[in-house]
C-alpha cells in the first residue's frame, strides 16, 4: 500500500510541476489552493496544501482514525513530492515547445490518475479528497461528483485571483482528471 501512494503522489507531482505550474494552471481542490496561493505569494505549494488540510485532519483524527492515518501519509508524500519536483526546473516543459492546452490536459490526466490510484487504495491526499470521502460514505453520492463541485469552487476563486484566461485552461484539467480519477476508481465507489 506504501508503494501505491508513492507512485499516486509522484504522478500528482509529475501533472502539477510538468505540467500546471509552467503556465500558473491550478487544479482543485486543496492543491488548487495550493497552487493560487503559491502563484500570488511565492509560498510553496506542499508546505500549504499541509497547512489547508489540518483542519481537516483533525475532524478525520476524531471521526474515523482508518481515514485519517492512511489520509496523512498520502497528504505527506503527495506534497513533499509537489515541493520535490518543484526544485527541478530543468526537467519542465516549458524548455519544451508544448501548447498550454496540451498542458493542462496532461496535468489533469496525470494529477487525476495520481488521485485515482490513491483513492482506490482508500488513501487521498488529503484535504477536499478527504472532506469528500466523509461525504460520500455519509450521504451515498459518488465521491468524484463532489470532488468536481469542490474543484470547480476553486477554479472560480483562482480565476477571481489570477487571469480570467485560467478558468477555461483549469476547467479543462479539472474534467481530464475528474475522469481518470473516475476511471481509476470505478469499480470501487459505483
Not at 510541476?17 to 489552493?33: C, H, K, Q, R
Not at 459518488?142 to 483562482?158: M, P, Q
Not at 487571469?163 to 465507489?189: E, H, N, P, Q, R
Request: with cysteine; proline share 3%.
Amino acid at each position: 500500500m506504501y508503494f501505491i501512494k508513492k507512485v499516486g503522489s509522484v504522478f500528482i507531482a509529475v501533472g502539477v510541476n510538468f505540467f500546471l505550474v509552467p503556465f500558473e494552471l491550478f487544479d482543485g481542490g486543496v492543491i488548487g489552493l495550493g497552487l493560487i496561493i503559491k502563484y500570488v505569494t511565492g509560498i510553496k505549494a506542499g508546505l500549504v496544501i499541509i497547512c489547508v488540510s489540518l483542519p481537516i485532519f483533525i475532524f478525520a483524527l476524531f471521526h474515523n482514525k482508518n481515514y485519517f492515518i492512511s489520509s496523512l501519509h498520502g497528504l505527506l508524500l503527495s506534497s513533499f513530492a509537489i515541493d520535490y519536483f518543484a526544485s527541478l526546473p530543468e526537467l519542465f516543459p516549458i524548455n519544451y515547445p508544448i501548447p498550454v492546452i496540451l498542458s493542462a490536459i496532461l496535468g489533469g490526466i496525470l494529477t487525476g490518475t495520481g488521485m485515482g490510484i490513491m483513492l482506490r487504495y482508500k488513501t487521498s491526499t488529503g484535504g477536499t479528497d478527504l472532506l469528500a470521502q466523509f461525504l460520500a460514505a455519509r450521504f451515498q453520492v459518488n465521491i468524484v461528483i463532489i470532488i468536481f463541485i469542490l474543484d470547480i469552487f476553486i477554479i472560480c476563486l483562482g480565476s477571481l485571483l489570477l487571469s480570467s484566461s485560467s478558468f477555461l485552461l483549469s476547467a479543462i484539467t479539472i474534467l481530464f482528471s475528474g475522469v481518470f480519477t473516475s476511471i481509476c476508481t470505478w469499480d470501487v465507489y459505483y
